[in-house]
């Protein structure tokens, strides 16, 4: 059979195999970096958010406690539509019953034939 001869020189090995450590934990402190970055932003932000949540509610109770002085219990959503006046005119149905009254509809049929 064919035999492959492959000399290694234990101290390359070593020094490919540092190397290659070397440059994957430098690969990995820049994305960590990275990330911590990014976390200080978001937590920063969560911060400000809940700054903002807090004045919401400042505003909310400033509010409840100017309601609370109010003596009226309940409160207007929008204006009172004026009502409007009672209708004191309405039509004449004297002439709707003079039309179907029983005269008036024999006339019509008789004067049809």
Avoid: C, W
Avoid at 31 to 49: C, D, G, T, Y
Avoid at 74 to 95: C, G, N, Q
């Amino acid at each position: 059979m064919f035999t492959l001869e492959v000399s290694l020189n234990i101290v390359v090995l070593g020094l490919v195999l540092i190397g290659a450590i070397l440059v994957g934990l430098a690969l990995r402190s820049v994305q960590v970096a990275k990330m911590r970055i990014k976390i200080e932003h978001l937590e920063r932000e969560i911060l400000n958010n809940y700054a903002h949540i807090l004045d919401l509610e400042k505003e909310n109770t400033n509010i409840e406690s100017k309601l609370q002085d109010i003596q009226i219990p309940v409160i207007a959503m929008k204006t009172a539509i004026k009502e409007e006046a009672p209708r004191t005119k309405f039509p004449d149905i004297s002439l709707r019953k003079k039309l179907l009254s029983k005269e008036n509809l024999q006339k019509q049929s008789a004067g049809g034939k």
